[in-house]
């Protein structure tokens, strides 16, 4: 479910590695944790303010992480387009990417010709918008059968997950009731918090920690072998 290889790119790194895609996904669980435990600590006093820092820390923390939406990850919908009632079936366009294959029927914003991609630039958006459904238009699935199955394998491990988490949770409220212990509000509002961001991201953390180096079914990487080393045929 990796984007074209083009495009395994983040911050300018080349995202094609398998381990540097989970350094990665370690990396912004471990900065959205250390942000939420600092903001705690420092606005105890401050509910309100403390759920807007830690909702907004946490937002701008995945948009600039492998795990934003229409990121190295494929969308997981099946389609690209959705009923609405009282205006039909709508495209869901989010990106240059997509506003350039909507209007222009092209593979990406860098397949358009220079006078389409000027017109892009005056058109563009930012964020995620509707327009109708052309006739003949994104019939196809954004997903291959594979994919989907990867999707779908993606998502049941999130809610085994989420369900052994709540089970956690409710344990730990449990012995905490039982030894008359203080439950502070603040503190339950982040750990749902941080549990509702966790499936969220979840899905697209299996994804980019299980999917293999996009090269090795090409040909492009080979194993080395004997003193002086040894190409395989498909890179001879």
């Known amino acids: 479910m990796l984007a074209e290889e083009q495009k395994l790119q983040w911050w300018g790194m080349d995202m094609r590695p398998r381990w540097r895609r989970r350094v990665a996904v370690v990396l912004t669980y471990l900065l959205i944790f250390t942000m939420v435990l600092v903001i705690s600590g420092r606005l105890e006093t401050h509910a309100y303010w403390a759920m807007f820092a830690v909702g907004a820390g946490t937002m701008g923390i995945i948009w600039l992480s492998v795990l934003r939406q229409n990121g190295i990850v494929k969308r997981f ?13 709508m495209v869901y366009v989010n990106g240059l990417d997509q506003w350039a294959q909507y209007f222009y029927g092209v593979a990406d914003f860098d397949s358009a010709s220079e006078t389409q991609k000027d017109d892009l630039l005056l058109r563009y958006r930012v ?21 989907m199955k990867q999707r779908d394998s993606a998502e049941r491990w999130t809610l085994k997950m989420g369900i052994t988490l709540l089970c956690s949770y409710a344990g730990t409220y449990i012995a905490r009731a039982s030894d008359q212990r203080t439950v502070k509000p603040l503190d339950v509002a982040f750990e749902f918090w941080m549990f509702a961001v966790l499936m969220m991201t979840l899905p697209k953390a299996r994804v980019l920690w299980t999917e293999s180096d996009p090269r090795e079914g090409d040909g492009e990487m080979w ?14």
Do not use: C, I, T
Not at 77 to 89: H, I, S, T
Not at 127 to 147: I, S
């Open 127 to 147: 964020g995620a918008r509707l327009f109708p459904k052309k006739r003949g238009q994104n019939e196809a699935p954004w997903l291959d059968e594979r994919e």
């Open 77 to 89: 919908e099946d389609k690209p387009y959705l009923r609405v009632r009282g205006m039909g079936e």
């Open 223 to 236: 194993l080395v072998g004997g003193s002086g080393g040894r190409l395989s045929d498909a890179a001879r």
